[in-house]
């Protein structure tokens, strides 16, 4: 089992940033992948970024170039930097981890979601 536990959501206006953090622990050796996923009440969650333990990310266009993700492997910690928010970015932010291959990520852990609230 991998535990994650996130924090830095919050309240911002239109324009600001907000850094999202994850620390995961347990069975780390079972993962090669991290990253964010968020969801509003009523709709699907989706996928709004994922780093491997190389480096390599993956975005949802609706975020590209606004937020930025990270890891610090050594602390087997994963950022998400996120500038220019915007209203419609307002949802509940979850951590996960689990599998990333490069093109497909298949998240298997997730934390308990930390709330981002945006206004304009």
């Known amino acids: 089992q991998v535990q994650l536990v996130e924090s830095g959501g919050g309240l911002v206006q239109a324009g600001g940033s907000l850094r999202l953090s994850c620390a995961a622990s347990?069975?780390?050796?079972?993962?090669?992948?991290m990253g964010w996923y968020r969801q509003a009440p009523g709709k699907q969650r989706e996928l709004v970024a994922v780093?491997?333990?190389?480096?390599?990310?993956k975005y949802a266009d609706s975020v590209k170039g606004r937020f930025t993700i990270s890891r610090d492997n050594a602390k087997n910690t994963v950022y998400l930097q996120m500038n220019s928010l915007k209203a419609e970015d307002t949802d509940v932010y979850y951590c996960n981890a689990g599998y990333y291959n490069g093109n497909y990520y298949y998240p298997r852990y997730w934390g308990q979601g930390t709330q981002v609230t945006v206004s304009s």
């Open positions: 347990g069975s780390i050796f079972s993962i090669n992948g």
């Open positions: 780093i491997s333990y190389g480096g390599s990310t």
